[in-house]
């Protein structure tokens, strides 16, 4: 069973904007902290933004503060990467990532290999 789709990936010149989607099954998208996770070519994987159901907490990596912004839809199941001013060091594959169950984002960023549920991944590109 899919438990987390994404999509709403695809190329942009720098400067410009894309909003990601992860569609969860009902349970994760409850108790369940979603991290949005991307890995370029040859680097490490990045934990970006998080959001948690739980206790609220959310957190943004200091490379994308101020340009992108984390969001849930609650009648759609659905978290949201609002990402603004996109730079070429942006592009990577994005994957949404679930925690929990009941887990915080405080943290969160150091623990990527304990994430329980991932996502295919959505390509994006930024490039003139």
């Known amino acids: 069973q899919v438990q987390l789709v994404e999509t709403g990936g695809g190329r942009v010149q720098p400067g410009g904007s894309l909003r990601l989607s992860c569609a969860a099954s009902?349970?994760?998208?409850?108790?369940?902290?979603i991290m949005w996770v991307r890995q370029a070519p040859g680097k490490e994987r990045e934990g970006v933004s998080c959001i948690s159901s739980s206790d609220g907490s959310r957190y943004d990596a200091d490379s994308v503060k101020g340009r992108f912004t984390v969001s849930r839809d609650n009648a759609k199941n659905t978290v949201y990467l609002q990402m603004n001013s996109l730079k070429p060091e942006d592009t990577a594959v994005y994957y949404c990532?679930?925690?929990?169950?009941?887990?915080?984002?405080?943290?969160?960023?150091?623990?990527?290999?304990?994430?329980?549920?991932w996502g295919q991944g959505t390509q994006v590109t930024v490039s003139s």
């Open positions: 990532a679930a925690d929990g169950p009941y887990a915080s984002c405080r943290g969160a960023a150091s623990r990527l290999r304990d994430y329980d549920y």
């Open positions: 009902r349970f994760i998208f409850d108790y369940y902290a």
